[in-house]
């Protein structure tokens, strides 16, 4: 990583402004939106992170060290670049990477890193790479993290760590930090990420090591030293966003008695408000990846905006879950996925469709184990990578079109058909078309039920309490009474062992009185 550029070819490092008014900006492809959330399509320059010309190669003789800081803008990275400063006499590099999140103008975002003190603030354009990257490998496992998150801010870590990483080694920098608390995943994510692709980078984590231990403390810090921050104190909210959707938690979310409050969601309308008609959609993959929407051939991420805006239209996407984070604490998080929900639904339903049954029953746990890996923070580890190996070849036929249904809250697939399809009508029809051999079924049973029957006769021979036993009408295949009667064979040995040193003792006192 230090001697290539870390965007891919198709991707460049953009260290120029993004002039945008709006939330989230869309991508160009997108053509609707939901009416709450305005934006302007997005604009970009040839410029190159790695041409910038403002910041020498290292620091020269007596410069002060330097760091680069994953910066978002909001009131903990915000208040890191003062602190840095202060504590640790750094100069910092601030890196801001756009990855489809919410946002007023990353513009905005440099011109407040560099307001803080700064030395510079890079913008990098990731959202290229995160689809192609990483969010089609999360497709390809159908990630979800306890089957219900689909993994939104653990994907995005490893590639923002990975910017971090290029820019240290691109200007000499001999510490990264990250404004990650010292209870959440998100530190464990990213520092792993770090060390595994230098293990000599020295990590600052400034929320660990700080004395502001609330978030109304961080304010206070943050106004005594002039430096605006976007939450107030009237709404704590912490959240992180991306192309793949919103993660929301703080705040009377802490409660996980209390409903969300309505004001939380700005990816999704209410489902009671959706459209009272339903929406279907067409998707088309090829290898796995979606393609073509509804006859419009699109790339990933356009594919990712514009079922973003459809799914959220009608309300579909939300999740309120207790989840069980890395350091052992239950967390109560809410997040706002439309389209990494529906695009996983749709890729499930094709799978069906063309694995193999044995492929598809063995990638269930793959998909689980892959998902624990990357919300652990272990994306560069290489039981990822191996995992990630077992994935690709099984989407190498994963293609054909879904049908889906959007309607008030839901997504429903309604209709699948592929090349690949597995799916023999003959076998799976009841009518007279049927060509399955029904007296073929006979044998099998025997076969299948043979090692199954085999243990049963043993343990009712054995008298052992088997599950088809009636303990409380005591009838079954059991002739010894309920399972709390059956004596273990080791009591039964012991108990005949007993009763024959009784037989002895008593036949020797009879022989005794007799002969008195």
Sequence with gaps: IAQEPCASSQTRLHATPFHRKASRAPHKETQKQLPT???????????SLHDAPQISAKPAPGEKERCVLAYS???DTSVCIKWLQEE???DVIAVVGDLGQEHEGLEKIKQKALKSGALDCLVVDMRETFAKEYLAKALAANAMYENKYPLVSALSRPLIAKHLVAVAHQFGAKYVAHGCTG??????????????????IEIIAPVREW???????????AQAHGIEVPTTKKSPYSIDDNLWGRAIECGVLEDPWMEPPTDIYTMTVDPTEAPDEPQYVELEFARGLPYVIDGSQKSFLGIIYALNEIAGKHGYGRIDMIENRLGGVKSRECYEAPGALSLIQAHKALEDLVLEREVLHFKLGMEQEWAKC???????????????AFLASTQRCVAGTV?????KGSCTVVGRKSAYSLYDYALATYDKDDSFDHAAAKGFIQLQTLSAKTWASNRRQEGAPAELFDAQKKVGPLTKGAYEDVTPVWKQVAEAENAAVVEEAEAALQGAAEKA
Excluded: C
């Design 37 to 47: 959330r305005k934006a302007t399509p997005m604009t970009t320059t040839n410029s």
């Design 73 to 75: 803008g909001g009131l």
């Design 88 to 90: 640790y006499d750094l």
């Design 183 to 200: 209870k959440g995943n998100d530190q464990v994510r990213f520092e792993a990420s770090i060390l595994m692709l230098d293990p000599d």
């Design 211 to 221: 004395d502001l231990h609330t978030r109304s403390e961080e304010m206070e810090w």
């Design 374 to 388: 990357v919300y652990n923070g272990q994306w560069f580890s290489p039981l990822k990578e191996a995992v990630d």
């Design 403 to 407: 049908k889906l249904k959007f309607y």
